[in-house]
């Protein structure tokens, strides 16, 4: 039976790439999705501030107006608005890793890196105002950037691990910092791309991967000298073992 086609872009060719029928419903299903529990009241009220606010703007107060509930009862769920972006990038990461990834299985690291990575802009789509706003934030608070960073490295060792690549021990530390970066500056690109196919972004995810591809295949060389090392230390050492053996003999 013939394996249903993954979206796979040319590499020249991404920019005119259109989504699949599932990318699509995929994007609607993450638009309309109508809040239902008070915490995701309170999450929805909170990204709604967000995209007329900036972030140190926003308080309790203003998002348990917006959510139509009590401070109490906002206490009860959160316990800063910073906790309220925390859990929206935790409900973020659920909602790619919830997904059937199956059909990447034969796919190679890259292909299936764009398409887990492409998944959590759709999902994203929706919010693009509040990622604009809480960019500029970053950019002028370094504590806060510094903050988004470790979600951000924490998020893609998720998404490294939904792409079956490697992402425990420290190389697997550095390859999520390095596409916390790539992905960050795909961001830039997608909260500007209006376009219902993501062209633009498709691109730059395109070439960010293509960049850090290369790089990580030096990082591998690096890590593998360590080992190397280790090995030819082993083998002086049963090579010492063996003489000395043999001279005690004689």
């Known amino acids: 039976m013939a394996r249903r086609p993954t979206r796979r872009p040319a590499r020249k ?7 699949t029928a599932s990318a699509r419903r995929r994007a609607a299903s993450a638009a309309s999705a109508a809040p239902t529990t008070q915490r995701e009241k309170i999450i929805a009220a909170f990204l709604s501030l967000l995209a ?3 972030f140190e703007a ?10 139509k509930i009590s401070l109490a009862q906002l206490r009860g769920e959160f316990s800063s ?8 990038i935790k409900a973020t990461d659920r909602a790619v890793l919830t997904e059937d990834l199956t059909e ?4 190679p690291a890259r292909e299936r890196l764009f398409d887990v990575l492409m998944r959590r802009l759709e999902i994203l789509a929706p919010h693009r105002a509040a990622i604009r706003s809480l960019i500029r934030s970053a950019r002028r608070d370094p504590p806060l950037a510094m903050a988004l960073n470790g979600l951000a490295v924490r998020s893609q060792r998720w998404m490294l691990t939904a792409a079956s690549i490697g992402a425990s021990g420290p190389l697997g530390m550095i390859r999520a910092q390095g596409l916390a970066v790539l992905f960050g500056a ?10 219902p196919r993501q062209a633009r972004t498709m691109a ?4 960010a991967l293509a960049r850090g591809q290369r790089f990580a295949g030096l990082l591998d060389d690096l890590f593998a ?11 002086r050492r049963r090579r010492r073992g063996e003489h000395s053996g043999e001279s005690a003999t004689a």
Request: charged share 35%; aromatic share 4%.
């Open 58 to 67: 926003i308080g309790l107060a203003d998002v348990a107006t917006r959510a």
């Open 104 to 107: 990447m299985e034969d796919e």
């Open 225 to 235: 000298i360590p080992a190397r090392l280790c090995r030819s230390r082993s083998r």
């Open 52 to 54: 007329d606010k900036r």
């Open 81 to 88: 608005t910073f906790a309220i972006l925390v859990a929206h």
């Open 186 to 195: 795909v961001l830039g690109t997608f909260i500007d791309d209006d376009d």
């Open 204 to 207: 730059a995810l395109d070439r």
């Open 13 to 19: 060719a991404a920019a005119k790439s259109a989504p």
